[in-house]
């Protein structure tokens, strides 16, 4: 991912704010380019920073075509066009693509009416799968500012909620506004368009939630075991997905030695173990994989514990994403011998907490909530990569700083495979229809919730994220499935067995059991009984402090 930014202002030309260039260089330290356009008697000011991780070489940015002017900020992964995978640098074809929809070079000119030029622009990104957001000037999240002068400002990220009034672009679309259109008082005014993506038929580009809950009466629902053939597509396409994001990435360039090209953020869980483990069979044996792991310092948790331990108390080996995050290491490493699986303890004292909450509140804005807070702590940290590793059982801890570019995380997971409490809750009061409207519910309002947040957060420390359960065609395969192969709520429960006999399939919790079956079938037993954690609660960000908060509580 890169760093972008846009204004269009009346007066003068307006670069980024005060903040916001530092940010946008964290985001892409590799490269940073400026482009000013006169438009009439405007200016336009486009800013892109780059972290570089297609291709064999460096790509600047901005992109501009010298015969149009056309200028192009790209911030996203283009995995496929057209269905087939992208190789090489992505910003570049999809530039060229821009470029014929809208007619601005010699192949296939459209005419300049708007309904025109913006169904050539749906047209060509429903050639496009991948995460992405831009900024195209015509001759996987955005914020934009409008000014009362009729101004506007378009941001990867923002300088803090006492600055402008930053809002997140939607991620339902494209929107387009016509310049000329644009009056001196109010910027969008009557100018601004919204082009949802389609629903349906070859330019169908949204992913619209679609579960089959109900079955004819007398027809025996089919769940999901070992040997069912949901569990080999479930790995197919997790395989597919992840080659897409972990294949082919290039070297660090500014590390003199390269210890890992990728990392996942690992808290032990099943999401993220399950990931580790598709992914040894994708990887050369002699590429590493980071394992980044989080704990944090609870002046609640340790005062709770009693003044007389406090002293005795490591407040970090006690989280519980640090209890996982081990048994789940040495469970892979079992499971996948001749790699090196770095487990990065990332330990951290409460005072650098404090003294990076306000650069973290910035960066999350315009989300600002108690639980926005302690979730992007612990990503915001995790990211970072700095900590420090253990070699064998009982050999020397030594600091560390991961230089991986590219992390891998497992949300959507427990969106996609019924994985929260509320999801069984759900069930237990309206069967299939109640678990199924809350799938809905929560998929929906993911984008929303987390993409645009996380991101910000962990691309600061010029790392990019990527999401194998979010793939458009493992959503679209995922989103077929029946409820019932998902998960095995309404099947009868008894607890995961910790040794698990070859002609004895264990009843595994009922939630993601989809999940746990591959899992299990992989040879990740103890990983595959792994309970839901939120992030907040396993590294122990949440409620840091005495005083009672609730999870929607505004920051102050």
């Excluded at 101004?151 to 939607?170: F, K, Q, R």
């Excluded at 409460?350 to 979730?375: A, C, G, K, Q, W």
């Excluded at 691309?459 to 194998?468: I, K």
């Excluded at 009922?510 to 590294?539: D, H, N």
Aim: charged share 20%; glycine share 8%.
């Amino acid at each position: 991912m890169c760093g972008i930014f846009f204004s269009y202002s009346g007066d003068t030309n307006r670069g980024p704010p005060d903040g916001i260039p530092e940010r946008l260089c964290c985001r892409g330290p590799d490269h940073s380019g400026h482009i000013e356009v006169k438009h009439t008697s405007r200016f336009c000011s486009f800013v892109s920073s780059v972290l570089s991780l297609r291709g064999d070489s460096l790509v600047t940015q901005p992109l501009q075509d010298s015969l149009s002017g056309s200028v192009l900020c790209w911030n996203g992964e283009a995995w496929k066009i057209d269905g087939a995978a992208v190789h090489g640098n992505d910003a570049q074809t999809v530039f060229n693509i821009l470029l014929r929809a809208v007619g601005s070079d010699d192949c296939s000119p459209v005419t300049n009416e708007a309904r025109n030029v913006d169904d050539a622009i749906i047209q060509a990104f429903s050639r496009v799968s991948g995460p992405y957001a831009f900024v195209f000037y015509s001759a996987r999240s955005l914020l934009r500012s409008n000014g009362l002068d009729g101004s506007i400002m378009i941001s990867s990220v923002c300088n803090g909620p006492s600055a402008a009034n930053w809002a997140e672009v939607e991620a339902n679309g494209i929107y387009v506004i016509y310049l000329p259109a644009i009056s001196s008082s109010k910027a969008t005014e009557g100018v601004e368009r919204h082009i949802a993506w389609p629903e349906s038929g070859e330019q169908q580009k949204a992913l619209t939630y679609s579960r089959s809950i109900s079955v004819q009466s007398g027809v025996e629902v089919s769940r999901s075991n070992l040997s069912s053939p949901a569990v080999d597509a479930l790995l197919k396409n997790l395989r597919h997905s992840l080659a897409l994001r972990v294949l082919d990435v290039p070297d660090p360039p500014a590390h003199s030695t390269i210890t890992a090209k990728t990392a996942i953020l690992f808290s032990g869980g099943l999401d993220c173990t399950l990931l580790a483990r598709v992914m040894h069979d994708l990887l050369p044996k002699d590429q590493d994989i980071d394992l980044l792991n989080v704990a944090f310092e609870n002046p609640r948790v340790l005062k709770a514990a009693g003044a007389d331990r406090i002293a005795s108390i490591n407040p970090y080996s006690q989280c519980p994403d640090r209890v996982t995050g081990i048994s789940s290491h040495a469970e892979l490493q079992q499971a996948c011998p001749g790699r090196t699986w770095r487990f990065v303890s990332i330990d951290v004292p409460f005072v650098e907490t404090v003294s990076h909450r306000p650069e973290i509140i910035t960066l999350i804005y315009p989300h600002n909530t108690e639980m926005d807070l302690s979730i992007a702590c612990a990503l915001y940290f995790a990211a970072r990569g700095s900590g420090s590793v253990r070699f064998g059982s009982a050999g020397a801890t030594v600091s560390y700083t991961s230089s991986a570019r590219v992390l891998l995380s497992g949300l959507g997971a427990d969106e996609l495979f019924a994985g929260y409490t509320r999801h069984a809750t759900a069930f237990s009061r309206k069967g299939f229809q109640g678990l199924s409207d809350e799938l809905e519910l929560d998929y929906q309002r993911l984008g929303k919730r987390n993409l645009g947040r996380d991101d910000r957060v962990i691309s600061h420390w010029g790392r990019e994220v990527r999401y194998p359960y979010l793939d458009e065609d493992f959503l679209r395969w995922a989103l077929r499935l029946p409820l019932w192969e998902v998960c095995g709520f309404g099947q009868p429960l008894a607890p995961a067995p910790t040794a698990v006999q070859e002609d004895d399939e264990p009843l595994l919790d009922p939630s993601k059991k989809l999940l746990r079956l591959l899992c299990l079938k992989l040879g990740m037993k103890s990983a595959a009984a792994e309970k839901k954690r939120a992030i907040q609660f396993g590294a122990r960000t949440a409620k840091m402090e005495a005083r009672r908060t609730k999870g929607t509580e505004i920051l102050s």
